[in-house]
Every structure is written in C-alpha cells, then in structure tokens.
C-alpha cells in the first residue's frame, strides 16, 4: 500500500500508525530520507485500498457506520463515537490489523486503524451504542463488528466525516 506523507509526519509516527517496523519501512522504500509532505512510502504488507471494493464511512454526528461495496450502499450499523466530536479524528484512514477478544470494553473485536490508539470495535456495554461516549474509538455492537470483519479486509479505507 502506498502512503502519502502528511505534514508533521515522520517514518516513526508512520511505522506507528500502521503498526510497521521500522526496518521494513526502509527496507521497503530503499534511501528514504528526509521526508516531505506529498511524498509517496510504500507501506509493506497491506493490500492497495484502491484494489478493495469496500470502503466504511463513518458519521459521528449521525453515529452512523456505512458500508459500500463497489459505491453502492450496502448497510448501515449504529455505532457509538468519542464523548465530543472532536474526540473521534476526522479524515481517510485505512484497517491495519485485526485482534479478536482484546479484552476489556472492546468486545469481541478490535479492528486497528491507521491512526495509532484509534479502531472499530465490539463492546462490552451495548446500552452505550447510538451514544457520545467513548474515547474517541468507533463501538459497534459486537454482532456486527464481527459481521462486518468477516467483509472487509486489513487495507479497506474508512473515511470519518464529523
């Protein structure tokens, strides 16, 4: 997969977000140096999102996670988002990895986004669902997170709308 540096970003905060080693970002993008915003990095062991049918958008106004195969609108799950908008990130992010019973309030699932600390996941309360409640991670009842893991793979594009 390719990343395009954004402002402020370095190859540590990059091998964070996509939970990446630093040796196989150099190794990937041979005689990378000093970075600058634009540039493209290959981004080792995720499948091109422009190669994915799927793509999640997510509305935390609305608390609203939409799923489209190929543009066309194929579900709709409530969800539950941070306790101000501003505690869920906006923007395009991409699932990085996948970790099943993660324990504590993250039910059965935890789907890792490319912004380290942030994911979709399961819950341990589902009174909490259709609510400003989280830390800033997207809650999905855990029936659904599981449905929707079984779909999309590590690499589908989630774009989060305020």
């Known amino acids: 997969m390719i990343h395009t540096v954004r402002s402020g970003e370095t190859l540590g905060i990059i091998s ?8 196989r970002l150099y190794t990937a993008n041979p005689g990378v140096g000093h970075l600058h915003v634009g ?13 994915i049918p799927y793509i999640i958008q997510i509305s935390v ?18 969800i539950a988002v941070g306790k101000m908008l501003t505690n869920t990130p906006t923007g395009d992010f991409v699932i990085v990895n996948r970790q ?24 341990n309360n589902p009174s909490s669902i259709g609510k400003a409640v989280s830390h800033g991670c997207v809650r999905m009842y855990n029936r659904d997170v599981l449905q ?12 989060i709308l305020p």
């Open 16 to 23: 964070a977000n996509y939970r990446v080693s630093l040796q």
């Open 39 to 51: 540039q493209k990095i290959q981004i080792p062991g995720l499948q091109e999102p422009s190669t």
């Open 61 to 78: 106004g609305k608390r609203k996670l939409s799923l489209f195969h190929n543009g066309r609108l194929m579900k709709i799950y409530p």
């Open 100 to 123: 099943f019973n993660p324990g504590g309030p993250f039910g059965v699932l935890w789907l890792s986004l490319s912004k380290q600390g942030y994911g979709i996941h399961g819950t």
């Open 148 to 159: 929707l893991a079984e779909i999309v793979p590590n690499g589908t594009s989630v774009s």
